[in-house]
T-cell receptor, first 111, second 117 residues
Framework: GESVGLHLPTLSVQEGDNSIINCAYS??????FIWYKQESGKGPQFIID?????DKRQGQRVTVLLNKTVKHLSLQIAATQPGDSAVYFC??????????FGGGTRVLVKP | EAQVTQNPRYLITVTGKKLTVTCSQN?????MSWYRQDPGLGLRQIYY???????DKGDVPEGYKVSRKEKRNFPLILESPSPNQTSLYFC????????????????FGPGTRLTVL
């Protein structure tokens, strides 16, 4: 069925290195893709979104890449910091304004 | 401070005892939504509301009710809770989930951990 999923459940990264979190989607009708960060004991927090007609979007220390050919989405975090340790979710939205979330990837930043 | 609040934050109850989880936002958002979060399943949408008196089912609405009598409040009602509704629940709000050129950020509440015995 239609889904938004993540390749890796856990990602360990050295502090200062770049992190790349991947996400696959199966529905070509998705028109926005969104990344959320969830820290322990808190609700998800919006990071960045990308419209389906774009390939790349940059924010503060984060870049989202969208490859529609292979239906793949990634979030790159530059110079990963201890505060980046969290679970990251990709989500997609289509007509009807409903969000569908992927299963999440846990990022662990090693000092 | 702009925020989404939920109450209670933690609740342990028994099967069949009706309960309500409240959600309130102070950002004048039209869109509000409820999600449940379960290990390995991520967040799944239960119900959402585009505006006052407008509610729609999400992916997992069975066993839940909602109401939107006021713009700021969106309570989640479990008329007869069952153990499979043990979960972490999040309320969220935004101006609109999708505009022509961008997505309006959804703001999430702190979560309500519900245990149904």
């Amino acid at each position: 069925g239609e889904s938004v999923g993540l390749h890796l459940p856990t990602l360990s990264v050295q502090e200062g290195d770049n992190s790349i979190i991947n996400c696959a989607y199966s529905n070509s009708a998705s028109d926005y893709f969104i990344w959320y960060k969830q820290e322990s004991g808190k609700g998800p927090q919006f990071i960045i979104d990308i419209r389906s007609n774009m390939d790349k979007r940059q924010g503060q220390r984060v870049t989202v890449l969208l490859n529609k050919t292979v239906k793949h989405l990634s979030l790159q975090i530059a110079a990963t910091q201890p505060g980046d340790s969290a679970v990251y979710f990709c989500a997609e939205t289509r007509a009807g304004n409903k969000l569908t979330f992927g299963g999440g990837t846990r990022v662990l930043v090693k000092p | 401070e702009a925020q989404v609040t939920q109450n209670p934050r933690y609740l342990i109850t028994v099967t069949g005892k009706k309960l309500t989880v409240t959600c309130s936002q102070n950002m004048n958002h039209e869109y509000m939504s409820w999600y449940r979060q379960d290990p390995g399943l991520g967040l799944r949408q239960i119900y959402y509301s585009m505006n006052v008196e407008v509610t729609d089912k999400g992916d997992v609405p069975e066993g839940y009710k909602v109401s939107r009598k006021e713009k700021r409040n969106f309570p989640l009602i479990l008329e007869s809770p069952s153990p499979n509704q043990t979960s972490l629940y999040f309320c969220a709000s935004s101006l609109l989930i999708r505009r022509r050129d961008r997505v309006d950020e959804q703001f999430f509440g702190p979560g309500t951990r519900l245990t149904v015995l």
